[in-house]
């Protein structure tokens, strides 16, 4: 079965600066995506980035950006230039694509990011 | 603004009580997902649906827990007779099958269920 881990429960970082959120999965297979999701105290589950297993090149959305080692099975969300509203819960997760198989979401436990101003 | 609608917000209910939570998917999507939050078991996959038609509710506890698609606008978790350990936020989330890239989910607010 697959597991999603994310070791940092808590984390902080001073506004405007940069952080970086780790999430380790493991994985049989060869062809998945993962996601980073974050949840404000609205509890609205936002997608922030994702990631196609077979693309090499890291994504990247304005300020966040991921660094996926396929190899060690890794990957880690970085938010630059911090701001306020990055404050969040934030959820990594992972899901096989349809190919008859079950398309559930399988979630880290997440990790708490404070900014502090 | 195309969103997933879950209704209601909140719900306080006693021991035994039926409850029922509703979810609108996103206009044109034909996947609906139900995930349960608390704190002890993060995230989990109930249920989900395609076109209707249950495809995977095996994270659901079948002698209490039900849910349905009447229609392609409407789905409706149900508990019966609901417990204490049932307390958590119940998320819906609708996608859109894509071939060889399956379903991205786009969650609702969630419905934060306090069994007392």
């Known amino acids: 079965a697959q597991t999603v881990t994310q070791s940092q429960p808590e984390m902080s970082v001073q506004e405007a600066e940069t952080v970086t959120l780790s999430c380790t999965y493991d994985?049989?297979?060869?062809?998945?995506?993962l996601f980073w999701y974050k949840q404000p105290p609205s509890r609205q589950m936002i997608l922030v980035i994702r990631?196609?297993?077979?693309?090499?090149q890291n994504a990247t959305e304005n300020r966040f950006s991921v660094n996926f080692q396929k190899a060690a099975k890794s990957f880690s969300l970085k938010i630059s230039d911090s701001q306020l509203g990055d404050a969040a819960m934030y959820f990594c997760?992972?899901?096989?694509?349809?190919?008859?198989?079950?398309?559930?979401?399988?979630f880290g436990k997440g990790t708490k990011l404070t900014v502090n101003p | 603004d195309a969103r997933v609608t879950q209704t209601p917000r909140h719900k306080v209910t006693e021991m035994g009580q039926e409850v029922t939570m509703r979810c609108q998917p996103i206009?044109?999507?034909?996947?609906v997902f139900w995930y349960r939050q608390t704190m002890m078991q993060g995230l989990e996959l109930l249920a989900y649906?395609?076109?209707?038609?249950?495809?995977?509710d095996s994270g659901m506890p079948k002698d209490r827990f039900s849910a349905e698609m009447p229609d392609a606008t409407l789905a409706t978790l149900k508990i019966q007779p609901s417990e204490p350990r049932d307390s958590a936020v119940y998320f819906c989330?609708?996608?859109?099958?894509?071939?060889?890239?399956?379903?991205?989910?786009?969650f609702g607010q969630g419905t934060r269920l306090t069994v007392v």
């Open positions: 989330a609708s996608g859109l099958l894509r071939q060889g890239r399956g379903t991205e989910a786009f």
């Open positions: 994985t049989s297979e060869s062809d998945y995506y």
């Open positions: 990631q196609e297993a077979y693309k090499q």
């Open positions: 997760a992972y899901r096989t694509p349809f190919q008859g198989g079950s398309e559930k979401l399988v």
């Open positions: 206009l044109g999507h034909n996947t």
């Open positions: 649906f395609r076109n209707r038609a249950p495809l995977d």
